[in-house]
């Protein structure tokens, strides 16, 4: 069975600082393109930073200088590094593991974690 567990969200200040962790159970993430999404109350879901098996990186403009996504293998996690916090970045986030063989296309996801921005 896969899981993929998010920990790390909580209530915090603006201009502050949070590393959510996402923990995978039942996949080897070293093969899949990792991803971190967030929802706001009244908004899509949207992509925040990814990361491929190669380590290639992209963010959405909105967090770019200001989150780090990586992932360690061996501990089989990936994390969201999120500075310089902003109201407005407000959300559940959620962990996405994702593999497409052509054949056939795997796609994990979390249970969300809360990341609220308020003073």
């Known amino acids: 069975q896969v899981q993929l567990v998010e920990s790390g969200g909580g209530l915090v200040q603006p201009g502050g600082s949070l590393r959510l962790s996402c923990a995978a159970s039942?996949?080897?993430?070293?093969?899949?393109?990792l991803g971190w999404y967030r929802q706001a109350p009244g908004k899509q879901r949207e992509l925040v930073a990814a990361?491929?098996?190669?380590?290639?990186?992209n963010y959405a403009d909105s967090v770019k200088g200001r989150f780090t996504i990586s992932r360690d293998n061996a501990k089989n996690t990936v994390y969201l590094h999120m500075n310089s916090l902003k109201p407005e970045d407000t959300a559940v986030y959620y962990c996405?593991?994702?593999?497409?063989?052509?054949?056939?296309?795997?796609?994990?996801w979390g249970q969300g974690t809360q990341v609220t921005v308020s003073s």
């Open positions: 996405n593991a994702k593999r497409d063989t052509r054949m056939l296309v795997y796609d994990y």
């Open positions: 039942g996949i080897t993430l070293s093969i899949y393109t």
């Open positions: 990361i491929t098996n190669t380590g290639t990186t």
